[in-house]
């Protein structure tokens, strides 16, 4: 088992996670809860095995039970080349910005070829969006070079608030080249359908075919199973200020 | 009136005057719970019913208040307003089962949807649209307040 020294939030391997050209995914309760939905479907295609969590004093106590098992809400996976940190609670508002801190650093260490995020963007009318389309924020060349190979439209212009947006800006400060895909979502119903979208994404980038079927079949049940999940995203959401994702920067550069 | 109906009248309005207290309650416990911080439960086992998402917006003239109902359909759904509230409750076209939740080791099944939505401003309920799509009900109804153009001079 190898433990980060003592932080305010600890990474904890707890079968060492791969070293080297590992592409790191993130699935967080964000958004139309897209990135947990699509982290969750993500580790049961590929069968991902679980090898630590996110500890930190901070956190409020709380533990999940799966088939009896106690687990930190905050786990890692890995499996196929892949890394994935997905969480069952929102992350804390106060503690955003060390959140991002502390897994950008971790992510630093594994020589990560690429991070990735799973996300949605809010928009008024997905009701009467069949198929959501997916954009992303790029940093660094490899980022670039898979948006143009994958055909996905950079986000222009506006505001990003919330866990990713902290996890941006540590990769920005750190130049760790990191892509943020964000399909078009419902800003506060969770979203299976934008969930496939970026799957279909990542798909591309991974060139390796993700099937996103079950993912369409189970989008009900989804629906009803993460009722309570969206609700307390929501709450969070609304204290990091993510209303202004719906704002125009003010200034042009 | 028959008889029977004449005995039936009373015991109809005792079992009103029931429901709405029993409402009332419902509705201040729900208060007092958030009031600790606590999240009142997003569901009714008494009833078998779910409480779905909704989402409340208000433009200048209208409110519109949007519900998640997956598993309904459109000819499922019964919604009632007043000039302050919105009643939604739908039935699921299949029991909706949560499997070894909690202290129950067994399949505890939901069967409908049910929710009371105060209204952030007096409207007009029987001038409401509403439209089911893709799961998701959306009502529209008008705001009561009158405007009166003001001109600036």
């Known amino acids: 088992m190898s433990h980060q020294q003592k932080q305010p939030i600890n990474i904890v391997e707890e079968t060492q996670a791969p070293k080297t050209n590992q592409l790191v995914v993130i699935g967080l309760p964000d958004t139309g809860l897209v990135g947990i939905i699509a982290a969750g479907h993500l580790i049961e295609f590929l069968k991902m095995k679980e090898i630590g969590y996110i500890d930190s004093d901070h956190f409020p106590p709380i533990i999940v039970l799966h088939n009896g098992q106690v687990k930190n809400p905050f786990r890692i996976y890995s499996g196929d080349g892949i890394t994935l940190v997905v969480s069952e609670v929102p992350t804390p508002p106060r503690l955003v910005n060390e959140f991002g801190k502390a897994v950008v650093e971790w992510i630093q260490q594994k020589n990560a070829k690429l991070v990735l995020t799973l996300g949605g963007i809010p928009v008024p009318n997905r009701v009467n969006i069949e198929s959501p389309e997916v954009f992303a924020v790029g940093l660094g060349e490899k980022a670039g070079d898979i948006m143009k190979k994958a055909g996905v439209k950079p986000l222009e212009e506006g505001m990003m608030a919330g866990p990713y947006a902290s996890i941006l800006w540590q990769c920005k400060k750190r130049s760790v080249p990191i892509l943020s895909l964000l399909a078009q979502s419902f800003p506060e119903y969770p979203d299976p359908g934008a969930a496939a979208a970026v799957l279909e994404t990542l798909s591309k980038v991974i060139d390796k075919k993700i099937e996103v079927k079950d993912l369409a079949d189970k989008a009900e049940e989804i629906r009803v199973k993460t009722r309570d999940l969206m609700k307390q995203t929501g709450r969070s959401m609304q204290e990091m200020g993510k209303a202004r994702e719906y704002e125009i920067p003010p200034l042009y550069a | ?153």
Not at chain 2, 10 to 35: C, H, N, Y
Not at chain 2, 62 to 88: C, F, G, Q
Not at chain 2, 114 to 122: A, E
Request: proline share 5%; glycine share 4%; with cysteine.
């Open chain 2, 1 to 153: 009136m028959s008889s029977d109906e004449e005995r039936r009248k009373p015991r109809e309005w005792f079992s009103r005057k029931f429901d709405e207290i029993e409402e009332r309650f419902d509705e201040m416990f729900g208060s007092v719970l958030e009031a600790f911080g606590l999240e009142r439960p997003s569901w009714d086992a008494d009833r078998q019913c779910l409480t779905p998402l909704s989402e409340v917006t208000e433009a200048e003239d209208k409110v519109i208040v949007t519900v998640d109902l997956p598993y309904v359909n459109k000819e499922d759904v019964k919604l009632h307003a007043t000039e302050d509230t919105l009643e939604v409750e739908a039935k699921t076209r299949q029991g909706i089962c949560f499997d070894k939740w909690g202290t129950v080791q067994r399949c505890l099944e939901f069967n409908c949807f049910r929710k009371k939505i105060r209204l952030p401003d007096k409207v007009k309920p029987n001038e409401a649209k509403a439209t089911f799509k893709s799961g998701i009900l959306e009502v529209q109804v008008p705001k009561r307040a009158e405007r009166t153009r003001i001109q600036v001079e």
